[in-house]
C-alpha cells in the first residue's frame, strides 16, 4: 500500500532534550511538508522541501530544523529552542509542488514535552 | 495574509439530516481549495479537492462549491450518518502553502 507513515505515534521528552519526528512516503511525491496542530486551531506550516536537498521555512519555522537527504525520507527534529513544543505534528506530501496538485496527510504524531 | 475561517466551530444534528459546513477566506487569489476529514487523534483525510477555475465538487454524499470572487467555500454532506462524526477542516492553497481554518466539529446523533 502507497502512503505516508510516521513515527512513533506518541512521543514524551524531557524539556531541553532534542526530539526527531520520522516521516517517510513510498508515493513517489517529489514534495513534502510539516505542519503543526494545536487545540483548536488550523495547521501551521513549519517547514516544506520540493526537492531532495532542498527545504525551506514556513510560517513558524523558529526552533524547527529539517533534512531532505532521500526522495521518501523529511524528518523533523524539534530544538530545545522551541518554546511550546508539545503538539500534534503532521507530514504532507505532493506528487509536485506546484500549486494545482492535492496534499496527502500522514496519521500524525503527538510529541508531548514536560 | 490569508486567513481561513470556519463558522461554526461546532455542530450537532440528528442523523439523516443535512450537513451545511461553511469555509470563509479573504484573500481569493487561491489555486485550489481542499476539504478534509479528521478523526480524533488522527491524520487528515482529503475528502475534496476543487480548482480555482471549477465551481464545484461531489462525490457520493459530498458536495463542495467554491465562490471565489465572494471568498466562500460550503461542504454540502447528504443524508448524515453517525459515521459522519468528525471534525472537517478546508484548506486554500496559495503558491506553495495551504492554509487551515480551525475547522466545524460534527457530531451525528444516532
Known amino acids: 500500500d502507497g502512503g505516508i507513515t510516521q513515527s512513533p505515534k506518541y512521543l514524551f521528552r524531557k524539556e531541553g532534550q532534542n526530539v526527531t519526528l520520522s516521516c517517510e512516503q513510498n508515493?513517489?511525491?517529489?514534495?513534502m511538508y510539516w505542519y503543526r496542530q494545536d487545540p483548536g486551531q488550523g495547521l501551521r506550516l513549519i517547514y516544506y522541501?520540493?526537492?531532495?536537498?532542498?527545504?525551506q521555512k514556513g510560517d513558524i519555522a523558529e526552533g524547527y530544523s529539517v533534512s531532505r537527504e532521500k526522495k521518501e525520507s523529511f524528518p523533523l527534529t524539534v530544538t530545545s529552542a522551541q518554546k511550546n513544543p508539545t503538539a500534534f505534528y503532521l507530514c504532507?506530501?505532493?506528487?509536485?509542488?506546484?500549486?494545482?496538485?492535492?496534499?496527502?496527510f500522514g496519521p500524525g504524531t503527538r510529541l508531548t514535552v514536560t | 495574509k490569508q486567513e481561513v475561517t470556519q463558522i461554526p466551530a461546532a455542530l450537532s444534528v440528528p442523523e439523516g439530516e443535512n450537513l451545511v459546513l461553511n469555509c470563509s477566506f479573504t484573500?481569493?487569489?487561491?489555486?485550489?481549495l481542499q476539504w478534509f476529514r479528521q478523526d480524533p487523534g488522527k491524520g487528515l483525510t482529503s475528502l475534496l479537492l476543487?480548482?480555482?477555475?471549477?465551481r464545484e465538487q461531489t462525490s457520493g454524499r459530498l458536495n463542495a462549491s467554491l465562490d471565489k470572487s465572494s471568498g466562500r467555500s460550503t461542504l454540502y454532506i447528504a443524508a448524515s450518518q453517525p459515521g459522519d462524526s468528525a471534525t472537517y477542516l478546508c484548506?486554500?492553497?496559495?503558491?506553495?502553502?495551504?492554509?487551515f481554518g480551525a475547522g466545524t466539529t460534527v457530531t451525528v446523533r444516532a
Open positions: 504532507a506530501s505532493s506528487i509536485a509542488p506546484g500549486s494545482s496538485y492535492e496534499q496527502y
Open positions: 484548506a486554500v492553497k496559495d503558491d506553495y502553502k495551504l492554509s
Open positions: 522541501s520540493q526537492i531532495v536537498n532542498d527545504f
Open positions: 476543487i480548482q480555482s477555475s471549477q
Open positions: 508515493l513517489n511525491h517529489d514534495a
Open positions: 484573500d481569493s487569489a487561491i489555486y485550489n
